[in-house]
């Protein structure tokens, strides 16, 4: 996916850009930037890959040459940036989070026009940050360019637009990602994750709203286009990719996830299939919280029969080859084999996607003595892939586990009876358990549900996107 920081201040804003963005991290995994100005030496830029190196540790040397009262920085999982635009609206560094789906459409409408031209990656695939510079800069001015991109790009697209006095915030116009502005007396910070501002000092002040332009100053901020109606926040930032420690719409992520499990285990003692077994454990990391909060409520102990060896290889997703990142996954789980010879687990995963590395874990499981390993999931069966962020996104249908087994179980007609495939109370949610049990080794399988993960997140079900179980917009 990616993330950002920013930070407009009357003094030096380096070293709060610098850790406001490693504090991003955890949403991105191939790129991450700088970009300052200073009055002196102007605008100054690094980009560095951090596909094998953190991101702190790639620009901790570029910092004693960088700097300024205005700086922004980003994670990305995609495209290098941040770029440094220059049209006739001026000279601007842009960061953009998100996902163009019809990039193609666009860059040949752009191309239509003799002059213009792209500067294209190895693939010859064109970098979105510079397709979205390309959008904005067909307006007359920045608001009207930012608004234009919004309402032409198919997916989501939301940015941060650097200047030299200030930093212009646009939200996406579903507002499908956070964007939280924070507060302290020399200035002011603009972020995605709510609990950077917290650690350097900035008190969050004011949240964008869907489609919202707000500009950020030294001393104050304004709304430039007022939020729209409509809210789609990703129901994914609290069940998976959001810190911790972070809040969205007033709900914070560890909470939540700790009350997933307990509507989880609320509602299978309902049903009468809580499981018989000695523990409840999390698959690290985003998994442990909803594990805490099922044995919680299932008063049945928790437990971490195996830990991540995370010093050399801190996340398993981190290379780009598939094949070496299930060999990481698979080297960094290191047994506790007390806790797991001759013991009935019940192991909770923050989603099931393609299920390689999960199959992976059970396997390791029983070869390490497990008598039983049951699973569930912490939301419900991802049906589709992300056409909006960078989670779940697939090249095809087929890569998620949950329509490989349809298409096993009934061919290409099953895709037509998802919402029965997606209620493990119908005969075929019923199958596809049973299926999915047999393909990766459990003794057991559950998934929340979908009113279940509503309830746990606490707002209007409205306001939550929730396309990749349901494939409604």
């Not at 200073?38 to 890959?49: V, Y």
């Not at 302290?184 to 869907?210: I, Q, W």
């Not at 700790?258 to 299939?273: D, F, I, Q, S």
């Not at 249908?397 to 061919?411: D, F, N, S």
Request: glycine fraction near 10%; charged fraction near 25%; charge should be negative.
């Amino acid at each position: 996916m990616g993330g950002f920081f920013g930070a407009v201040s009357h003094r030096e804003t380096k070293y709060d850009v610098f850790f406001g963005t490693d504090y991003h991290s955890h949403l991105g995994t191939k790129r991450g930037g700088l970009i300052f100005y200073d009055e002196k030496k102007g605008f100054q830029r690094q980009i560095h890959n951090i596909e094998n190196t953190p991101f702190r540790t790639k620009f901790e040397s570029n910092l004693s040459s960088m700097g300024g009262s205005i700086g922004v920085g980003c994670i990305s999982d995609s495209d290098p940036q941040p770029l440094l635009v220059r049209s006739h609206l001026g000279l601007f560094g842009l960061v953009t989070v998100g996902i163009i789906n019809n990039s193609k459409e666009l860059i040949d409408s752009a191309l239509s026009y003799k002059g213009n031209q792209f500067m294209a990656l190895s693939s010859g695939d064109v970098n979105s940050t510079e397709l979205t510079a390309s959008l904005i800069s067909s307006a007359e001015t920045l608001i009207d360019g930012i608004k234009y991109a919004q309402e032409t790009i198919e997916g989501s697209s939301t940015m941060l637009i650097l200047t030299e006095d200030g930093i212009i915030a646009a939200r996406d116009k579903m507002g499908r990602l956070p964007v939280i502005i924070g507060k302290r007396d020399d200035g002011y910070c603009v972020c995605m994750e709510s609990f950077a501002c917290h650690k350097l000092g900035y008190t969050p002040c004011y949240n964008l709203g869907p489609g919202e332009i707000v500009k950020v100053s030294t001393d104050s901020f304004e709304t430039l286009a007022p939020a729209g109606d409509k809210m789609k926040i990703c129901a994914f930032l609290w069940t998976y990719f959001g810190y911790p420690n972070s809040n969205y719409e007033g709900k914070n992520v560890e909470v939540m996830r700790c009350r997933n499990g307990e509507v989880m285990a609320k509602n299978e003692r309902k049903l009468g299939t809580l499981p018989d077994v000695d523990s409840i454990a999390g698959v690290p990391d985003s998994g442990v919280p909803h594990a805490i909060g099922y044995a919680n409520e299932s008063k049945i102990p928790f437990s971490r029969p195996f830990i991540k060896y995370t010093p050399t290889w801190a996340r398993s997703f981190t290379p780009s080859n598939q094949e070496i990142r299930n060999l990481v996954a698979e080297m960094k789980q290191i047994p506790v084999p007390e806790l797991i010879e001759g013991k009935k687990l019940l192991l909770i995963d923050d989603s099931i996607v393609r299920g390689t590395q999960l199959r992976e874990t059970v396997e390791f499981l029983y070869e390490s003595g497990a008598k039983e390993v049951h699973m569930r999931s912490a939301c419900p069966p991802i049906m589709f892939p992300c056409k909006y962020l960078n989670f779940s996104r697939s090249n095809s249908e087929m890569e998620l586990l949950t329509r490989r087994i349809i298409q096993e179980l009934e061919g290409s007609d099953g895709h037509n009876h998802i919402d029965e495939y997606s209620d493990s109370s119908t005969e075929r949610g019923k199958c596809l358990l049973k299926s999915i049990c047999e393909k990766l080794g459990f003794d057991s399988l559950g998934y929340q549900s979908l009113d279940g993960l509503m309830e746990a997140i606490g707002i209007d079900k409205d306001m939550i996107c929730t396309y990749c179980w349901t494939g409604k917009e």
